[in-house]
């Protein structure tokens, strides 16, 4: 499986971005989909979202809730995050993932990983 995310940049605070995740490959191991985020300075990857295969499941962190929202098109294999009211705190490299292998929504229960896609936030 290829994750590639794209829609990262540059965004003043309270701005909005959309990322994507576009999944290629043997898309038959693709099952949820989380995004992640490494923010400057931290070596751990931290849970944001994730959405179930049927797209009708989604859970959050309590950072992003109400901010942010999941959202996934199996025809297209695309998964997208939707970001709104954006604070400097949300500035990170944003990773899509899949292959979830169960137990907790850690990075390390995932097999599969995009390159990230870098958001910053100005204040």
């Known amino acids: 499986v290829q994750l590639v995310e794209s829609g990262g940049g540059l965004v003043q605070a309270g701005g909005s971005l959309r990322l994507s995740c576009a999944a290629s490959g043997h898309t038959f191991e693709v099952n949820l989909i989380a995004w992640f985020r490494q923010a400057p300075g931290k070596e751990e990857r931290d849970f944001v979202a994730?959405?179930?295969?049927?797209?009708?499941?989604?859970s959050y962190a309590d950072s992003v809730k109400g901010r942010f929202t999941i959202s996934r098109d199996r025809t297209e294999n695309l998964t997208f995050l939707q970001m709104n009211g954006l604070r400097a705190e949300d500035t990170a490299v944003y990773y899509c993932a899949t292959g979830y292998l169960g137990s907790r929504y850690v990075a390390e229960a995932f097999q599969f990983w995009g390159q990230g896609t870098p958001v910053t936030v100005s204040s």
């Open positions: 994730i959405i179930s295969s049927s797209g009708a499941i989604t």
